[in-house]
């Protein structure tokens, strides 16, 4: 069958047109509204836990139309050329280009099981293998850190005695820390409180930079440190970041900052 060249270039624009018009979501006042703004929120949603149905699809293109319906008549208003609202376009612009640089930096730069299982073997060791059950009471002079102590000698209850102390985080827990390894403390409170044993308390005030600590020593067990599996998201975030941040600080140094 031969074709005249009429009818063959009506037809070449035809199967031309198809995508175009596939690419479009709707025509708002004869302005295309792409569909791709639709898949972005659509994507973002998924993201999220929302499942990608018919019913989802269609709430998304009427929410996609209607933005654009707003922001046709914020442009006949003139808002879009607002220097405050240019200002924000701006900044919003910023923040989706950097998180797409974070991105692609992460992917290229991804963390391997390698670097995880030294991270953890690193915190297995700072950890150690027993967890210690302290209380502690701090307070500001040696001398009211001498005077807890010789109340205690004389039978006074650490509990109650602990109400005065300048953590607030334990002195309403009769001086409580719960249970903790001692890379947790500072080294002159830690070295201290494994020196101790159970129910034994510090025969001397103990000096660290937050103050003056009497401390009693509960109990100690054996430590209870997860498999790797439990903490490799952590690990790998924790990892991540660090990474980041040398990214940032190697961008940094190398800036001409005038």
Known sequence: MMFKPARLLVLLMASIAVPAIAQ????????????????VLIKQMASQGQQDTPQLRAMVKEEVINREILMQEADKRGLSNSADVKTQIDMARQSIVIRALVA?????????????????????????????????ILVEKEEDAK????????????????????????????GDLDWAAPSSFVKPFSDAMVALKKGQVTETP?????????????????????????????????????????????LKQKAKIQ
């Open 24 to 39: 479009n979501l709707a025509v708002v006042n004869g302005k295309p509204v792409p569909s791709a703004r639709a898949e």
């Open 147 to 174: 005077a807890i102590i010789s109340k205690l000698k004389g039978g006074a209850k650490f509990e109650e005695l602990a109400k005065q102390s300048k953590d607030p985080g334990s002195a309403t827990n009769g």
């Open 104 to 136: 692609d930096q992460v992917k290229k730069n991804p963390v391997t099981d390698a670097e995880i299982k030294a991270e953890y073997d690193k915190y297995k060791a700072q950890a150690g293998d027993k967890e210690y059950n302290a209380r502690h």
């Open 206 to 250: 103990v000096k660290t930079q937050f103050g003056y600590h009497v401390i009693k020593l509960e109990d100690v067990r054996a430590a209870k440190i997860p498999a790797l599996e439990e903490v490799k998201p952590q690990i790998t975030e924790q990892l991540q970041q660090q990474r980041l941040q040398a990214f940032q600080q190697a």
